[in-house]
């Protein structure tokens, strides 16, 4: 109840796809490419969408069994098309532009926070004019295959001096919020993007949220 009165946070951190960004299309269409050169389709929506939020090749691994070499060859596949195609095929949620806005009006230090190659993510939020919000972004290389938030969020307190007790985790799915409790912050569980309520809720949410106006509620 005291949080609801007194907001101790002054760093809001924002996941990309499903949180501040609508991108399912961008990124099914890309992993339905992908899959078809191996021979795979008509692939179950639900199925693709798990690729939203965690690295591709923990995607492409874990929901098709791929090795490292054709794990690589189906990573490949989908950034290109994706790159040259569809990586801006994205919509902003909607309140999404107001709330980074308040939060700037209100002195918060607003990072991203993303498992999406960070060189796609500011090329994104450039493109659709959401950069200007942002004081740092923190994601991984082309290179790095890892789908862990507690790494990404603790690179960024570290670079940035930033206090744990400040900062709160903004994401859509399990992957954003086991990374907030791992490195010990708290949550905001969004449950209009592509992840599951329940599994975010079991990794420990600190709140959960329905729009970007109940998301200021828990920060301003």
């Known amino acids: 109840m005291v949080k609801q009165f007194f907001s101790p946070y002054k760093v809001?951190?924002?996941?990309?796809?499903?949180?501040?960004?609508?991108?399912?299309?961008?990124?099914?269409?890309?992993?339905?490419?992908?899959?078809?050169?191996?021979?795979?389709?008509?692939?179950?929506?639900?199925?693709?969408?798990?690729?939203?939020?965690?690295?591709?090749?923990?995607?492409?691994?874990?929901?098709?069994?791929?090795?490292?070499?054709?794990?690589?060859?189906?990573?490949?596949?989908?950034?290109?098309?994706?790159?040259?195609?569809?990586?801006?095929?994205?919509?902003?949620?909607?309140?999404?532009?107001?709330?980074?806005?308040t939060l700037k009006e209100k002195d918060f230090t607003v990072v991203l926070i993303t498992s999406k190659p960070l060189v796609f993510a500011e090329k994104i939020l450039t493109r659709i004019g959401l950069d200007k919000y942002f004081d740092h972004m923190v994601g991984p290389t082309l290179s790095d295959h890892s789908s862990d938030k507690k790494r990404l969020i603790e690179t960024a307190i570290s670079t940035y001096n930033l206090e744990k007790k400040s900062c709160i985790m903004i994401g859509d799915t399990a992957y954003d919020i086991k990374g907030a409790v791992d490195a010990g912050i708290d949550s905001i569980a969004v449950t209009y993007g592509y992840g599951s309520t329940s599994a975010m809720i079991r990794e420990g949410a600190t709140f959960v949220a329905d729009s970007a106006k109940e998301i200021l509620s828990f920060l301003c």
């Open 12 to 101: 809001a951190m924002f996941d990309l796809d499903g949180t501040l960004t609508d991108s399912g299309r961008a990124i099914t269409s890309s992993v339905e490419y992908a899959l078809s050169q191996f021979g795979i389709t008509d692939q179950p929506r639900q199925k693709l969408e798990t690729f939203i939020g965690p690295s591709l090749y923990d995607s492409f691994t874990r929901e098709y069994h791929m090795n490292d070499e054709d794990c690589n060859k189906a990573v490949a596949l989908y950034r290109d098309i994706y790159e040259k195609e569809r990586m801006y095929d994205v919509d902003i949620y909607e309140g999404i532009p107001e709330l980074l806005e």
